[in-house]
C-alpha cells in the first residue's frame, strides 16, 4: 500500500482555478468512487473538503470540486482565494486496508 | 457538537510502547456505521493513516504497521486507544484521531492532533 502520488506544490494567482492531481493504482483510486480531499493549515488539523470523489460536506464552499479518471483524482480550486493557502492531501479507499493518503500539495496564492 | 481530543505522553523513549486515547463525544461508536480512525503527520511530512475500528469492532490496520499497532474501543467511555510498541525516533510525529463514517469512508471530524517525540 504506497501513498498516493501528488504534485508537492501549485500555484495560482487570486480568482485563477487551479487543478491537483492524486494519481493511485487499480488497486485503490481506480477501483472506488471514493476518493476525499483534505485542507490543512498550517499548525492546524485537516478539514475534509470532498468526499466519494466529488461531494461536498455541508460548509464547504463550492469553489471547491472533485472528478477522477481512471487511476488520477483530482481537485479543482475555482476563484483561488487568498485562504486557500495551504496544504491539500487526497486519499482514498483501499480495501482490506481501507485508507490510503496523498503526498500532499502545498498550495501557494501568488 | 462533535468533538475528538488526543491524549497521552509527548515524550517517549525508544523501544518503548505508546499508548494514545481518542475521547469524543456528540456520536456514539454503537452506532452501526460509524469508525474511530488515527492518522499521523510527522514534522513537514504527509499524513500517514494507521488504524480504525468500527461500531461492529471490525478493526483495521495499516499494512507497514499491524505488528505493532492494536486498536480498542471502550463504548461506555467514549473513548478509542491505539497502543503502538517498540517506538523508535523515526515515529516522532502529531498524532490525530478522527471519525470515519462508512456513508462517506472519509475522516469528517478530527481532534487536534498531540504531538509525539521519540528520543532517549
Known amino acids: 500500500q504506497s501513498a498516493l ?35 490543512q493549515h498550517p499548525g492546524k488539523a485537516p478539514k475534509l473538503m470532498i468526499y466519494e470523489v466529488s461531494k ?6 463550492n469553489r471547491f470540486s472533485g472528478s ?3 487511476n488520477t483524482a ?14 491539500y492531501y487526497c486519499c482514498s479507499y483501499a480495501g482490506s486496508s481501507p485508507f490510503v493518503f496523498g503526498t500532499g500539495t502545498k498550495v501557494t496564492v501568488l | 457538537q462533535i468533538t475528538l481530543k488526543e491524549s497521552g505522553p509527548t515524550l517517549v523513549k525508544p523501544t518503548q510502547t505508546l499508548t494514545l486515547t481518542c475521547t469524543f463525544s456528540g456520536f ?59 517506538m523508535d525516533p523515526v515515529d516522532t510525529a502529531t498524532y490525530y484521531c478522527a471519525r470515519s463514517m462508512t456513508t462517506l469512508d472519509a475522516f469528517d471530524i478530527w481532534g487536534q492532533g498531540t504531538m509525539v517525540t521519540v528520543s532517549s
Do not use: F, H
Request: charged share 15%.
Open chain 1, 5 to 39: 502520488t501528488q504534485p508537492a506544490s501549485v500555484s495560482g494567482s487570486p480568482g485563477q482555478s487551479i487543478t491537483i492531481s492524486c494519481t493511485g493504482t487499480s488497486s485503490d483510486v481506480g477501483s472506488y468512487n471514493l476518493v476525499s480531499w483534505y485542507q
Open chain 1, 56 to 61: 461536498r460536506p455541508s460548509g464547504v464552499s
Open chain 1, 68 to 70: 477522477k479518471s481512471g
Open chain 1, 74 to 87: 483530482s481537485l479543482t480550486i475555482s476563484g483561488l482565494q487568498a485562504e486557500d493557502e495551504a496544504d
Open chain 2, 28 to 86: 456514539s461508536l454503537s452506532t452501526s456505521g460509524v469508525g474511530v480512525g488515527w492518522i499521523r503527520q510527522p514534522p513537514g511530512k504527509a499524513l500517514e493513516w494507521l488504524a480504525l475500528i468500527y461500531w461492529d469492532d471490525d478493526k483495521r490496520y495499516s499494512p507497514s504497521l499491524k505488528s505493532r499497532l492494536t486498536i480498542t474501543k471502550d463504548t461506555s467511555k467514549n473513548q478509542v486507544v491505539l497502543t503502538m510498541t517498540n
